[in-house]
């Protein structure tokens, strides 16, 4: 039965995790296995469940309890639901960005790289994107365009992000994704067979169309952080630059934009 508890103190520590502590706090860096996420909505809350994940406790309108609530918090127990109407909630941060309902849940305990790129044909792999809109919605089109897996450099901002998440519809508890320790990345990806694609502006580009990158049978898309995109040495070491032809007068596109063009070209079996 669904245990539900009416807000009516805002200082009480079980809203702390909805309303004072940072991402940094929720990532529990010193002890990754107690990490929390919050999840927005009840779509993403879905997925989020669909996905195995572990729900803490509810934060939702008090109207919603009963409707598009109501089958999710059903799903998850006696854990508990905090309510009260909107304009009381509003007094949380962020709530007015939501849907009407957030979850707090346990991170998930990430796999290995070796193990997502086991069977997999097309990755993408982002180095150091720190903004998390630009890693959420990198992750929905990685989804929409069927990648197989995503892999980040520990420079990258985390999927798990509050928004990241909600960037990513979702999404994000849909793909397969893990973060590289490993600074010979790189060398490692060659070493499991895949061919390596750095999309870059720089000398001896091929064009993302070319007959050699979808000939390949594994082929992981390199992508790097908004500003000054990928390191040389990464460019240097990859068997492919590439360029998505553009425009006279325009030199580039959004690591968020370029990511849908080349995960629906390169994507291509």
């Known amino acids: 039965m669904p245990n539900i508890i009416k807000i009516t103190d805002f200082s009480a520590p079980e809203l702390d995790v909805y309303a004072r502590l940072t991402e940094g706090q ?3 860096r010193h002890e990754p296995g107690k990490g929390i996420f919050i999840a927005e909505s009840p779509k993403v809350i879905e997925r989020a469940l669909n996905a195995g994940c572990i729900p803490i406790s509810f934060l939702a309108e008090d109207r919603h309890i009963e409707t598009q609530a109501k089958e999710l918090i059903c799903r998850c127990g006696d854990i508990p639901v ?5 304009d009381v909630l509003t007094q949380l941060t962020g709530f007015k960005l939501t849907r009407g309902m957030l979850c707090a849940m346990h991170r998930p305990q990430l796999p290995e790289p070796e193990e997502l790129c086991g069977n997999a044909r097309r990755i993408a792999v982002l180095e150091n994107v720190v ?11 990685a989804a929409a365009m069927r990648m197989d897996a995503v892999l980040l450099t520990e420079g990258c901002s985390d999927p798990l992000y509050r928004r990241a998440i909600r960037v990513s519809m979702g999404t994000v508890f849909q793909i397969p994704w893990t973060f590289l320790s490993d600074p010979e990345w790189l060398k490692e990806l ?6 390596t694609a750095a999309m870059a502006l720089s000398d001896n580009t091929i064009r993302i169309d070319d007959e050699r990158l979808r000939a390949q049978k594994r082929l992981a898309v390199i992508l790097g952080t908004e500003g000054e995109g990928l390191k040389r040495e990464t460019i240097q070491g990859s068997d492919y630059a590439v ?3 553009m425009a006279e007068g325009v030199d580039s596109l959004n690591v968020a934009a370029a990511s849908a063009v080349a995960f629906w070209e ?3 079996r």
Not at 135 to 141: D, E, K, N, Q, Y
């Open 26 to 28: 929720l990532l529990n």
């Open 266 to 268: 390169l994507g291509k």
């Open 131 to 141: 903004n998390p809109t630009n890693v959420g919605a990198i992750i929905r089109s």
């Open 82 to 86: 905090y309510t009260a109407p909107f």
């Open 243 to 245: 360029k998505i032809p």
């Open 190 to 195: 060659k070493k499991l067979g895949f061919c």
